[in-house]
């Protein structure tokens, strides 16, 4: 994902959240289009749930790139890499990362004070993922899992067909999560991983209370890795 937003010296801070607001929802767009149950539901669809289950979705993914053993965009220096414990840490790395992205100094004081909460929420939430252990194919189906968690008491309402196609379909997926737990000795529990998502709710909710929906993305990857003001989260 590209933070080009936060770049535009012409645009205001409004605007440059907007910005930022608008990259994210073409990623997840592009994502649903590929999901294996795209033409099963209608496109007003996907825009509901999309408007009620994006900031978890992007903390979700978050979290799973931040604990990524595997990841070969993560940079070899330990002190860039996000901590699994200290808050203090990663309001540094932001405060590195954000400056970096802004070509300007911003004050870890700044950071502290309109991030902290969330960056110690997001910290233990990536704590207690890593602790989870949940592989890529567990991971995918708990984002499908994720986004189909329609809401009718949250707007922007669904029709009572749709909502009944989502049901079934979000059971298969459960179902095959079940299934790759199953396979994997001492891995994690299907209950284990649903206790974990009111956890993610919570914080999904603060990034929106917060509006600085690049957080997590400069938390969790070094922006200049591929290019001096990009920053690449694939939402898969």
Same mark, same amino acid.
């Given at each position: 994902m ?6 535009? *010296? !012409?645009? %205001?801070?409004?605007?440059?959240? $907007? ?19 795209? @033409?099963? /539901? ?27 053993? %595997?990841?070969? #965009?993560?940079?070899? %220096?330990? @002190?860039? &890499?996000?901590? /699994? ?5 990663? #309001?540094? #790395? ?5 400056? *970096? ?5 911003? =004050? &870890?004081? !700044?950071?502290? %004070? ?14 207690s ?17 994720? #986004? ?7 707007p =922007?309402?669904?029709?009572? $067909?749709?909502a ?23 891995g994690?529990?299907? $209950? ?6 009111? $956890?993610?709710?919570?914080?999904? *909710?603060l /990034? ?14 070094e =922006?200049?890795i ?6 690449? &989260?694939?939402?898969?």
């Open positions: 590209d933070l080009k937003g936060l770049k535009d *010296s !012409t645009k %205001n801070h409004s605007q440059k959240l $907007s910005a930022i607001g608008d990259e994210i929802v073409e990623k997840l767009v592009e994502w649903t289009k590929r999901l294996p149950f795209y @033409g099963e /539901l209608p496109i007003t669809v996907y825009t509901q749930l999309l408007t009620q289950r994006w900031a978890e979705l992007v903390i979700l993914s978050s979290c799973f790139y931040a604990v990524g053993k %595997n990841n070969s #965009l993560m940079p070899k %220096n330990r @002190g860039e &890499i996000v901590s /699994l414990n200290s808050v203090a840490h990663n #309001l540094s #790395l932001l405060q590195h990362r954000l400056s *970096s992205v802004m070509e300007k100094c911003v =004050p &870890i004081e !700044t950071i502290a %004070n309109d991030t902290g909460v969330f960056v110690e929420q997001f910290t233990h939430l990536i704590n993922f890593s602790k989870l252990s949940v592989p890529v194919e567990a991971y995918v189906c708990l984002k499908a899992i994720t #986004l189909l968690n329609s809401n009718n008491n949250e =922007p309402k669904i029709d009572e $067909s749709s009944k196609r989502i049901s079934l379909i979000q059971d298969q997926f459960v179902k095959a999560l079940q299934i790759h737990l199953c396979q994997i000795e001492n994690p529990r299907l $209950s284990d991983i649903f206790a974990w998502l009111p $956890s993610l709710r919570a914080v999904a *909710s /990034l929106l209370e917060g509006k600085m929906f690049y957080v997590p993305f400069l938390i969790c990857r =922006p200049t591929l290019h001096p003001l990009k920053i690449e &989260i694939n939402l898969e």
